[in-house]
């Protein structure tokens, strides 16, 4: 370890020096990638994705992070060294690998105070883990505060050699990775205290442009006609949720948040924070350039000057901005039209409250505030990490009263969630629909009440190690 912080310090010395020069070169055709086995550089850089010049909390020097890419089965070392300098933002960090399960490790999960310290400045962390059955898109960021708003996000996906859908598409690799992402010219530090603060713009593979801006580079996104693609789309919104379309060109949904799904032709989707969709992009139209639109659900977006947009560009088209127009959705993504490639099956009677334990859950909002059984989340005084440490033997000790359901092991358990009040479509509660659409297919779904089942067999008990 003294190694370790030695050497971390010895570069960070060589980096101070680069904090100050400006960054050249994000927009690379040939995206970096790193293996299952690696090491994430949390550092800061001043870096302009949309022609703004502002300093980032970035992996590695780039905006998004570089590519991971496992092969299903593959165990994970990521070391995450903390390098940052810039008092202006989060001197601490942790990384979380966002949809892996952690079966039995959660303290690789990266959950700053939850599973594990946050890691100092000039400290780093290994995060050991595997992930067997899961393969997918799925994207890493930081889980200390809002810290991932400064730029601390990055994609993550396990690749499966015998994929069941393969026979669709010709090509996937770290070029059909798409990320799409809110970008803000004020520091998350400050932006966490400010209510209604929209992003400055929003960015496609790390590129785009703000409102009045200059004409900053866009993503170009380039394919060979007759080909199709893999396009993994991940949302890596620290706010808003986009619509994502390409024009002239329909998109075959084969994935949902690491699950494949039946495929269901769209000609928009809808994605939420932390949402991911793979989806199949035929290049069969006239070698052009075409938008690719990515609208933001702030106040007043729109496509003026090339903003919330990026450009896909057949092989043998001219190096120009596309002259397509955009037309109304007649085809947009119904998430309950997804249906799970392989039915999982749901455990237990199929009938509703005949699970072993039978739970309602009425969310409800009032005045902003999200209730649960009208109990709100009140974050612990004390860290839960270091409540165990000091002797928490419960879970309902972690926790204020009601915000701690304990479960027996090995139970089935059925979920009822039902809704009062929630005006508006909000990412977690969406993914509980995704969960339910993509992975208890088979179940009945009501606009605002959704019932699933879980099994309580993978608990993991309290304990510090
Ligand atoms: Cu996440």
Same mark, same amino acid.
């Given at each position: 370890?003294?190694?370790?912080?030695?050497?971390?310090?010895?570069?960070?010395?060589?980096?101070?020096?680069?904090?100050?020069?400006?960054?050249?070169?994000?927009?690379?055709?040939?995206?970096?990638?790193?293996? &299952?086995?690696?090491?994430?550089?949390?550092?800061?850089?001043?870096?302009?994705?949309?022609?703004?010049?502002?300093?980032?909390?970035?992996?590695?020097?780039?905006?998004?992070?570089?590519?991971?890419?496992?092969?299903?089965?593959?165990?994970?070392?990521?070391?995450?060294?903390?390098?940052?300098?810039?008092?202006?933002?989060?001197?601490?960090?942790?990384?979380?690998?966002?949809?892996?399960?952690?079966?039995?490790?959660?303290?690789?999960?990266?959950?700053?105070?939850?599973?594990?310290?946050?890691?100092?400045?000039?400290?780093?962390?290994?995060?050991?883990?595997?992930?067997?059955?899961?393969?997918?898109?799925?994207?890493?960021?930081?889980?200390?505060?809002?810290?991932?708003?400064?730029?601390?996000?990055?994609?993550?996906?396990?690749?499966? &050699?015998?994929?069941?859908?393969?026979?669709?598409?010709?090509?996937?690799?770290?070029?059909?990775?798409?990320?799409?992402? %809110?970008?803000?010219?004020?520091?998350?530090?400050?932006?966490?205290?400010?209510?209604?603060?929209?992003?400055?713009?929003?960015?496609?593979?790390?590129?785009?442009?703000?409102?009045?801006? &200059?004409?900053?580079?866009?993503?170009?996104?380039?394919?060979?006609?007759?080909?199709?693609?893999?396009?993994?789309?991940?949302?890596?919104?620290?706010?808003?949720?986009?619509?994502?379309?390409?024009?002239?060109?329909?998109?075959?949904?084969?994935?949902?948040?690491?699950?494949?799904?039946?495929?269901?032709?769209?000609?928009?989707?809808?994605?939420?924070?932390?949402?991911?969709?793979?989806?199949?992009?035929?290049?069969?139209?006239?070698?052009?350039?075409?938008?690719?639109?990515?609208?933001?659900?702030?106040?007043?977006?729109?496509?003026?000057?090339?903003?919330?947009?990026?450009?896909?560009?057949?092989?043998?088209?001219?190096?120009?901005?596309?002259?397509?127009?955009?037309?109304?959705?007649?085809?947009?993504?119904?998430?309950?039209?997804?249906?799970?490639?392989?039915?999982?099956?749901?455990?237990?009677?199929?009938?509703?409250?005949?699970? %072993?334990?039978?739970?309602?859950?009425?969310?409800?909002?009032?005045?902003?505030?999200?209730?649960?059984?009208?109990?709100?989340?009140?974050?612990?005084?004390?860290?839960?990490?270091?409540?165990?440490?000091?002797?928490?033997?419960?879970?309902?000790?972690?926790?204020?009263?009601?915000?701690?359901?304990?479960?027996?092991?090995?139970?089935?358990?059925?979920?009822?969630?039902?809704?009062?009040?929630?005006?508006?479509?909000?990412?977690?509660?969406?993914?509980?629909?995704?969960?339910?659409?993509?992975?208890?297919?088979?179940?009945?779904?009501?606009?605002?009440?959704?019932?699933?089942?879980?099994?309580?067999?993978?608990?993991?008990?309290?304990?510090?190690?």
């Amino acid at each position: 370890m003294f190694i370790l912080v030695l050497i971390a310090s010895i570069i960070s010395l060589i980096n101070a020096a680069a904090i100050v020069s400006r960054s050249q070169s994000y927009p690379s055709s040939q995206p970096a990638v790193l293996g &299952p086995k690696t090491r994430l550089t949390i550092g800061n850089k001043v870096i302009a994705p949309d022609g703004f010049e502002r300093s980032a909390t970035l992996v590695d020097g780039v905006f998004p992070g570089p590519l991971i890419a496992a092969q299903k089965g593959d165990d994970f070392a990521i070391e995450v060294v903390n390098e940052l300098q810039d008092e202006s933002m989060f001197m601490s960090t942790s990384v979380h690998w966002h949809g892996l399960y952690q079966n039995g490790t959660n303290y690789a999960d990266g959950a700053s105070s939850v599973t594990q310290c946050p890691i100092a400045q000039n400290h780093s962390s290994l995060h050991t883990f595997s992930a067997p059955n899961q393969a997918g898109t799925y994207w890493y960021h930081s889980h200390y505060s809002v810290q991932y708003c400064d730029g601390l996000r990055g994609p993550l996906v396990i690749y499966d &050699p015998h994929d069941p859908l393969a026979h669709m598409y010709d090509i996937d690799d770290a070029s059909t990775v798409v990320t799409l992402s %809110d970008w803000y010219h004020t520091v998350a530090t400050v932006l966490r205290y400010v209510i209604g603060h929209n992003a400055s713009s929003s960015l496609i593979n790390g590129l785009g442009r703000y409102d009045g801006g &200059p004409m900053s580079a866009l993503a170009v996104i380039t394919v060979e006609q007759g080909k199709r693609y893999r396009m993994r789309l991940i949302s890596m919104s620290c706010d808003p949720n986009f619509q994502f379309s390409i024009d002239g060109h329909n998109l075959t949904v084969i994935e949902a948040d690491g699950e494949l799904t039946e495929p269901l032709l769209v000609d928009q989707l809808q994605i939420f924070a932390g949402q991911r969709y793979s989806v199949v992009l035929a290049a069969d139209k006239p070698v052009d350039n075409y938008w690719i639109r990515n609208l933001p659900n702030t106040a007043n977006a729109s496509y003026e000057g090339g903003t919330n947009s990026a450009i896909l560009r057949y092989k043998g088209a001219p190096e120009v901005e596309p002259a397509t127009v955009n037309t109304a959705p007649t085809n947009s993504l119904a998430e309950t039209n997804l249906h799970t490639l392989i039915n999982p099956g749901a455990p237990g009677i199929p009938e509703y409250g005949k699970a %072993d334990i039978n739970l309602n859950l009425e969310v409800s909002v009032v005045d902003g505030i999200f209730y649960v059984n009208n109990v709100t989340f009140k974050p612990p005084t004390v860290p839960v990490l270091l409540q165990i440490l000091s002797g928490a033997q419960e879970p309902s000790q972690l926790l204020s009263n009601g915000s701690v359901i304990v479960l027996e092991a090995n139970k089935v358990v059925e979920l009822t969630f039902s809704t009062t009040g929630l005006g508006a479509l909000h990412p977690r509660w969406k993914n509980f629909i995704d969960r339910l659409t993509t992975e208890w297919n088979g179940y009945t779904i009501y606009v605002s009440y959704i019932v699933f089942r879980i099994i309580t067999q993978s608990m993991t008990n309290l304990s510090p190690l």
